[in-house]
């Protein structure tokens, strides 16, 4: 069977919310994707910012393997080896002390928001606590996740939504100001906002709901989803600011491919907050997840892959920022370590998408007008030359 016949196969079963491109992709090695046809893909998508090891890592699929072999589930009603590995690892990676594993990064937030509420409701008992949430942001597609999502059109159509929310501007510390109450339990926002466009937080702004959160006995959330897990230079984004959490949500990385989440606490609210019968999942942290999870820290050690973005990531920038200086079309780079955007003016970005998948390069787009590339973290500079000609040849 050739692409179009999986297409057409695929679209009489599947349910279509997604609007796919036209390729049906079949095997992976380093930072290339080859689809059924045979045609090869130079990947700075990852999957979305998931495979920071790259296609075929051996070490990595033979751990998966290996526990395939040994033990795929067991529920949470029992403890696991790879389950205490994974914990550790992400504890100590993390500077937290409290892990709760999830499928996804979308429940992940949903646990962040109820640990946040019982946090509350254990102080005062009330409620009727609000959390303030950023516009422009991306939290995930359950209710509560979008109840914290500051964008209307993907709440549209699925209201009335999750109460108790407000939200601000994220970068202006003062709108932040403006929305607390007595009865805000919490802050939730990106460290880097992702699908809003590829915005950083500056440090002024993180440093000061910092200080807002600790002057009230607000707890500070971090959505590191998408930017933690080595993207931006170091584990989590929140480290190069110095601005730790109370709470902090990961995912896609975490597991390089295998669905899993966390959300992870400080000593404070885990001691204050959820109890046994308050949250839980069926397959969240099971055996299989958890061999990835642990596996993927042991590779980012000895591949000094943290290490290895912090020298590769400056060089990106530099060709970014060069196709923005020679194309006009092009107004901006924005981003921190390998999670990068380019503003795109007058044209449509999705053109652009689609013409770099047609010279074999895979791409993503990030709001409206953002050109985003989030590659595995193994990239090298010729790959990063070949991202720019074959870019080059879309424009």
């Known amino acids: 069977m050739n692409s179009k016949d999986y297409i057409e196969k695929a679209e009489q079963s599947v349910l279509h919310t997604y609007n796919r491109f036209p390729v049906v992709l079949d095997r992976g090695e380093g930072v290339y994707l080859t689809d059924v046809d ?10 979305i910012a998931v495979f920071a090891l790259g ?68 102080k005062d008992g009330r409620t009727d606590h609000e959390i303030i949430a950023m516009n422009h942001s991306f939290h995930g597609r359950s209710v ?55 915005y950083p937080a500056t440090p002024e702004f993180l440093s000061g709901v910092k200080q807002l959160c600790e002057e009230r006995d607000i707890l500070l959330i971090l959505d590191e989803i998408q ?75 000895e591949m000094h892959l943290v290490e290895h973005v912090r020298e590769i990531a400056p060089y990106l920038e530099e060709k970014l920022d060069a196709l923005v200086d020679q194309y006009a079309f092009l107004r901006l780079r924005r981003g921190k370590g390998l999670m990068q955007g380019l503003v795109v003016q007058g044209r449509p970005v999705g053109e652009i998408v689609n013409r770099a998948l047609d010279n074999g390069l895979i791409v993503l787009s990030a709001g409206s007008d953002v050109l985003r590339l989030v590659p595995p973290l193994i990239i090298t500079k010729e790959d990063v030359d070949e991202m720019v000609r074959r870019l080059e040849l879309s424009f």
């Open 38 to 47: 045979g045609k090869q893909y130079l990947d700075f998508g990852a999957g």
């Open 55 to 122: 296609y075929g890592n051996q070490a990595y699929n033979d751990a998966l393997k290996e526990q395939v072999d040994r033990l795929i589930h067991t529920s949470n009603l029992y403890y696991h080896a790879p389950l205490a590995d994974a914990a550790e690892k992400l504890v100590r990676v993390s500077e937290m002390d409290k892990v709760f594993f999830t499928n996804s990064g979308t429940e992940a937030i949903e646990g962040a928001i109820k640990t946040a509420r019982k946090y509350a409701f254990l």
């Open 144 to 198: 509560g996740a979008l109840s914290v999502t500051g964008n209307p059109h993907y709440q549209e159509a699925f209201k009335p939504l999750m109460g108790g929310v407000r939200f601000a501007d994220f970068n202006d510390l003062a709108s932040v100001e403006a929305q607390v109450t007595d009865r805000t339990c919490a802050i939730i926002l990106e460290t880097v906002q992702g699908e809003g466009g590829i």
């Open 227 to 301: 930017c933690g897990m080595g993207r931006t230079g170091s584990y989590f984004a929140w480290q190069q600011y110095g601005v730790k959490p109370d709470i902090m949500t990961c995912a896609k990385a975490l597991g390089c491919g295998v669905p899993v989440g966390a959300f992870v606490l400080n000593e404070k609210v885990a001691k204050a907050s959820l109890v046994p019968g308050d949250h839980g999942t069926t397959y969240g942290g099971n055996p299989l997840a958890c061999a990835a999870v642990s596996k993927v820290f042991d590779l980012f050690e």
